[in-house]
């Protein structure tokens, strides 16, 4: 099979953005981050560290890629309640803060998000009363949307901007209520056959019409799984343990599961995998946390940041890349 190099040559191209599809092989320079970048491959299964979060802390949303990410929000401080963060899968950046105004007192708490960086979205969240705030994001700065029709904190998002799907939380109390989300208002969906808060699901590249649910509290832990068709949810085989807080990414039919916080009340390193129909065992990751929604990617290029670990909240960030996957990293020159 031909290379990148029998192909095109040697020569590094300067680019505006990274190149899609990309190469095994490939090197150019974005003039735009003015980095110098070449896409590899992961033989193996395999979690590695990424570049450090700006900061340590629990609760925030994440979505977007593993090489175009977004994080925002979270606790413990009111100040960095709306600080927005870019990963460029090598390194954190701030953006601009998010546009709810700083809340009673934790406004961004538990929220969940999802979207790319360029056409995000994030939903719901505050401590210690949830609000319904919505706002979108542009890949430079947020703007508020319309209110969900209730307001709920710990639920879960997933989809596109346009075509986004929001489910359980807390009210207070474990929700079964789903809501469409459409990038500018919200309709009612079907509702989850199991009430839950704190459960993970399909991330930013599942669908209005193809979203999954599994775990949470209810408010005992549980292992049940769900997949929505675009307008109701069905039971499908189960997680292989009870948790919740469990860190996800992937589609309905390509997902994983990791780490969170297990029965009898310890949090761990185990990474699961779903193919649309059974579950099977990934290598686990080296720090163990309660995610909430502080993740990105897909379930073969996965990004997991931040989150509570086993003694506090924590900075750290992982990158899970699938054998064979492609992956763009940033040359560094010493």
């Known amino acids: 099979m031909a290379t990148y190099y029998d192909i095109k040559g040697q020569k590094v191209q300067n680019r505006s953005s990274d190149p899609s599809p990309i190469q095994q092989g490939q090197v150019w320079y974005n003039t735009t981050s003015n980095t110098a970048k070449v896409a590899g491959a992961y033989t193996a299964d395999a979690w590695s560290t990424g570049g450090a979060y700006p900061a340590v802390f629990q609760g925030g949303a994440g979505f977007g890629t593993q090489t175009a990410a977004v994080g925002a929000g979270g606790t413990p401080s009111p100040v960095f309640n709306l600080k927005t963060f870019e990963y460029d899968g090598t390194s954190w950046t701030a953006g601009n803060n998010m546009a709810r105004a700083s809340g009673s007192p934790y406004t961004s708490a538990y929220i969940a998000g999802s979207g790319t960086l360029t056409a995000g979205w994030a939903a719901g969240g505050g401590y210690p009363s949830q609000n319904n705030l919505t706002e979108n994001y542009n890949g430079t700065s947020w703007t508020a949307s319309a209110t969900m029709p209730a307001n709920r904190r710990g639920g879960n998002c997933t989809g596109p901007q346009a075509a986004g799907l929001y489910f359980g939380g807390n009210a207070p109390g474990a929700q079964a209520g789903t809501y469409e989300y459409d990038g500018e208002g919200w309709t009612a969906g079907g509702d989850l056959n199991t009430a839950r808060t704190n459960a993970a699901g399909s991330g930013p590249t599942g669908s209005q019409t193809a979203a999954l649910c599994f775990t949470g509290n209810t408010p005992g832990q549980t292992n049940k799984t769900e997949e929505y068709n675009g307008t109701s949810w069905t039971e499908v085989t189960v997680f292989p343990r009870s948790a919740s807080y469990v860190g996800y990414a992937g589609s309905q039919t390509d997902a994983i599961g990791f780490s969170g916080y297990t ?49 506090g909240n924590i900075n750290q960030t992982e ?12 040359i560094t020159t010493g």
């Open 263 to 311: 029965s009898p009340g310890s949090s761990v390193t185990t990474t699961t995998a779903y193919d649309g129909t059974n579950w099977s065992s990934k290598p686990a990751m080296s720090t163990s946390r309660l995610t909430y929604h502080s993740n990105a990617g897909t379930a073969s290029s996965a990004l997991a940041f931040g989150g509570e670990g086993t003694s």
């Open 319 to 330: 990158e899970f890349n699938a054998a064979g996957n492609l992956l763009i990293k940033t």
